[in-house]
């Protein structure tokens, strides 16, 4: 079993930044992936992730503002996110995924607005 357990959301001003962070615990591999996803109404979708050897993707919309990292043990997974835009407002979750398998955190709000 798997748990993610995220923090960090909340409201900020455009061009503002905030930082979310995910911790993960329980039956965790040495070979996977952790990621953020948002969803704004609609389609959930990739904002960024991170391979246990450092491989890092972005969405073409975040990439110079935002900065996915890992600590060293590995299980704890971060998203700095810079100037952020209205358009950033989403449900943000925490994502492993390890074998094809799928793990979700809650989901925490970010919400960019003036």
């Known amino acids: 079993q798997v748990q993610l357990v995220e923090s960090g959301g909340g409201l900020v001003q455009p061009g503002g930044s905030l930082r979310l962070s995910c911790a993960a615990s329980g039956s965790i591999f040495r070979i996977n992936v952790l990621g953020w996803y948002r969803q704004a109404p609609g389609q959930r979708e990739l904002v960024a992730a991170i391979?246990?050897?450092?491989?890092?993707t972005y969405t073409d919309s975040v990439r110079g503002r935002f900065t996915i990292s890992r600590d060293t043990a590995g299980n704890t997974v971060y998203l700095q996110m810079n100037s952020l835009k209205p358009e950033d407002t989403a449900v943000y979750y925490c994502?492993?995924?390890?074998?094809?398998?799928?793990?979700w955190g809650q989901g925490t709000q970010v919400t960019v607005s003036s």
């Open positions: 391979s246990n050897d450092g491989r890092t």
């Open positions: 994502n492993l995924n390890q074998y094809a398998t799928n793990y």
